[in-house]
Each structure stands twice: as C-alpha cells, then as structure tokens.
C-alpha cells in the first residue's frame, strides 16, 4: 500500500478524530511535495532562458512571459516561498503542509493548476 492510499484509509476510517485530521495533514502534504515537483520544473526552464531564478513569483505571473497564472498556494491555500537566490521552494513557514514532512526542493539547473500551458 502506498502513502497516499494508507493515508486516505486513516482520513475516511480511523477511529479517532486526532488520527482523522493527522491523515488529512499527511495528504495535503503529499499534495504539497506533487505542486512543488512541477513548479521546480517551472523554475528551471525560467533559469534556463535568463541565467538567474526569479526574484518572486511575481516574475513569473506577470510580464511579457506568464509562467504562472497565479501565485502558486499549497493546499491549505498558503502561497509557497521561493528563494531567489537558490530557487528553492517550500512551503510557507505557517502552513499546516510543513509539519512532519519537509515538503521542499531545490532545483537543478539542467502540472500544477497554476502552470501556464
């Protein structure tokens, strides 16, 4: 069994209210480490065509070249941040997404609802 299955098995039928609520902390959390494997390829391709990670996500939702529709939020609807100077992303440090798993990557230099096609 999977995480993401065992963990949806304890949201719908544990017991306990405490254990309900830690197994939907735990999707969201997975869903948080999928957003952010997208948006490290978002990043990449914004290393690749100018030398340097974005200095917000404002670079990358506005100007000649949306990137994004919108600024990116994890489930629990907080926007993540991002590190102009590594283009590390993480999840916001309020976020319920940050407990327990550390939901955050940097990318190497070499899709989310909000990724422009």
């Not at 390829?41 to 200095?55: E, H, T, W």
């Amino acid at each position: 069994m999977d995480a993401r299955a065992l963990w949806t098995q304890l949201a719908v039928n544990a017991e306990h209210q405490w254990l309900r609520e830690s197994a939907k902390r735990g999707l969201m959390q997975l869903d948080a480490e999928a957003h952010i494997e997208l948006l490290d390829s978002v990043i990449n391709k914004f290393y690749d065509m100018n030398g340097r990670f974005p200095k917000g996500w404002q670079e990358l939702t506005g100007g000649p070249v949306k990137m994004l529709r919108n600024l990116p939020k994890d489930p629990a609807g907080y926007i993540y941040d991002l590190g102009p100077v590594s283009g590390s992303i993480n999840v916001a440090r309020d976020s319920p997404c940050r407990t327990a798993i550390a939901c955050s990557s940097a990318p190497s230099r070499s899709t989310s609802p909000t990724v422009s096609s």
